[in-house]
């Protein structure tokens, strides 16, 4: 009897050994199961804000008279500046390069409502051989939708933590207006009346960074901000049916458009 209780002893201690190793041996594998990993697909949307900083310069007025005939009397040109909530969404793909690094590519499209109008337009403020300018126009700089492709590379200062910089392509719809009427007097718009738009899809680049944190499963919510920047934008004015023999209501804009966008987004990696 005591032969085979510490046979059965031995192998139930064999049997506990066993087990407790194949136990130890699965830890570090449900482990490394458990690390979260950054590679893959998103997809989000994110709202927030957008801040225009326009530079609009006036010149070229009523060049059919020649230089001096005009003389500005408060500056070439000011800012038309604007801020808007804006909404928008985005998609990309992450590859988790190293236990530190992330690199990818992302692409986004937002819209918001940035206008500003301003009376006079910048640097149409003056004299017209020596009298003061009466009737003078109203303008208008507006930008809607927006849209980038970028890379970007991020170091994880937690495992479900990420810091990244960000930088590339970008667009923006913007849209120039201006408009004046033939009062009496020395009038800017002396030929006839305008009301005229012009829009341009514009190429620029944009850099920015932000944080992006795991928040359960496969969420990401992030903090971001870009800085964009689409040159200068130059149209002429009120050229039809503004020039001949005793007036011309011609100007030129040249608008810089710059863009400052910061907001928060909640994405699904796949």
């Known amino acids: ?30 482990a490394r199961q458990a690390a979260p ?13 957008r801040w225009t900083d326009n530079d609009w310069q006036s010149s070229d007025i009523a060049p059919n008279f020649g230089a001096g005939a005009f003389v500005p009397t408060a500056g070439t040109g000011g800012a038309m500046d604007a801020v808007a909530a804006r909404f928008g969404g985005y998609l990309g793909y992450n590859v988790q390069v190293s236990t530190s690094w992330v690199a990818g590519v992302e692409a986004d499209f937002g819209w918001a409502n940035n206008s500003k109008t301003t009376n006079p337009v910048p640097g149409t403020a003056g004299l017209f051989f020596g009298a003061p300018l009466v009737g003078l126009p109203t303008g208008t700089a507006k930008e809607t939708w927006d849209g980038s492709i970028r890379g970007r590379l991020g170091y994880l200062v937690a495992p479900t933590t990420l810091l990244y910089g960000t930088g590339g392509l970008a667009w923006q719809r913007l849209e120039l207006s201006a408009n004046c009427t033939v009062v009496p007097g020395n009038s800017f718009c002396f030929g006839s009346s305008h009301n005229e738009t012009y829009a341009a899809t514009r190429l620029g680049w944009t850099i920015g960074a932000g944080v992006e944190h795991m928040i359960g499963g496969n969420w990401l ?9 689409f040159g200068t934008l130059t149209q002429t004015f009120f050229a ?28 699904y990696k796949f």
């Open 1 to 30: 009897m005591a032969k085979y209780l510490i046979a059965g002893l031995a192998g139930a201690l064999a049997s506990a050994a066993l087990a407790g190793s194949a136990l130890a041996a699965d830890m570090p594998v449900k």
């Open 37 to 49: 990993s950054w590679s893959g697909f998103y997809a989000g949307v994110s709202i927030g804000a």
């Open 221 to 229: 919510a992030r903090i971001d901000y870009r800085y964009a920047d």
């Open 240 to 267: 039809a049916g503004g020039t001949g023999i005793g007036f011309d209501d011609r100007f030129t804009a040249h608008v810089t458009a710059r863009t400052h966008t910061a907001t928060v987004g909640l994405a």
